[in-house]
């Protein structure tokens, strides 16, 4: 914590901002020496995982066990690459929102005041500069044939107002009319009946699949110079196996209930477990379980179950 405290007071600092999370998850995650236990353990009842380990741990929907170091390393590698990438172009398009919007409310004054190109810039500068200038201002938000969402502040009747979706669409963008309004494509059988041509305000860009990454961490490295180091040069102590203490894996969800805990008063969701190493299932609690994929795909079959059930007693009645 004392170097901590210097470093705060440094006002020469300048990335505070970006290591105060994980400064935050290694308190949270340290040892206490009184308690013998982590602050986040105290909490909630459970360790901590980190944002690479919930991308790249060994479950039965995943990539099965993996016991080979050489693969695991080559799938976190992969997996940093896509989420550096994909945060990379998150914070490219968030800023270029921001000056849009920012431009767009400065008065005529405040825009004139702005600084234009240096005096020392030459010609082509100037009109590579002109250019530009008339591209952005001719650019349209959305282009002819893209897909956006349409805001509507009509509800269904019965339907709460403050909880209804007010996103409709997609739409297909058919045309510009003019700098803040468009006209959109109503697809036949749709049940939407509204004027085609809505404001810009109203409209919203549907976020598209992005592009797989190609930039490459090292450049300089090439397919020839690159070596995978072999698993047998590994110390004996340098991997840390699959079947640590206390771990099994989860075959099967049987089926889950709602108990009240004696402890809190509170209902804590628990799912009966059949087990790989184990011939009985038992009933653990959602906190002792990893496999969030499965539990997620039960829960939601299990919805469909039960709105199924309750349109064939519709049916009978």
Not at 61 to 85: C, F, H, M, P, Y
Not at 276 to 299: H, K, R, V
Request: proline share 5%; charged share 30%; aromatic share 8%.
């Amino acid at each position: 914590m004392q170097s901590i405290k210097v470093y705060v007071e440094d006002p020469l600092q300048q990335v505070w901002d970006e290591i105060v999370e994980r400064l935050v998850f290694a308190i949270n995650t340290s040892l206490d020496t009184t308690r013998k236990e982590t602050p986040f353990y105290l909490v909630h009842g459970w360790d901590a995982h980190s944002t690479l380990q919930a991308m790249t741990t060994s479950l039965r929907r995943g990539t099965g066990k993996q016991s080979d170091a050489l693969t695991w390393r080559r799938e976190v590698n992969r997996q940093q690459e896509i989420a550096l990438e994909m945060a990379k172009q998150y914070q490219a398009t968030e800023k270029a929102r921001r000056a849009r919007e920012h431009n767009e409310t400065l008065s005529r004054r405040e825009r004139a005041a702005v600084p234009q190109t240096p005096e020392g810039a030459t010609s082509d500068t100037h009109e590579s500069t002109a250019n530009d200038e008339s591209e952005s201002a001719t650019r349209s938000l959305f282009e002819p044939g893209s897909h956006v969402w349409l805001y509507m502040e009509r509800v269904k009747p019965g339907l709460t107002k403050k909880l209804a979706h007010r996103w409709h669409g997609p739409f297909r963008v058919k045309r510009k009319v003019e700098e803040y309004a468009y006209e959109l494509e109503l697809p036949d059988r749709s049940g939407y009946r509204f004027y085609p041509i809505v404001h810009v305000s109203r409209l919203k860009a549907v976020s598209e699949f992005v592009d797989r990454p190609r930039t490459r961490l090292a450049p300089d490295v090439t397919e020839d110079s690159r070596f995978d180091l072999d698993e047998e040069l590994l110390p004996e102590d340098s991997w840390e196996p699959d079947g640590l203490a206390g771990e099994s894996e989860v075959l099967e969800n049987l089926d889950d209930s709602m108990p009240m805990s004696t402890r809190t008063g509170r209902s804590i969701r628990e799912f009966k477990i059949k087990w790989a190493d184990q011939d009985e299932p038992t009933w653990e609690p959602i906190s002792n379980l990893s496999c969030g994929g499965m539990l997620y795909d039960y829960l939601q079959r299990k919805k469909r179950e039960h709105r199924l059930q309750m349109v064939q007693v519709a049916d009978e009645d």
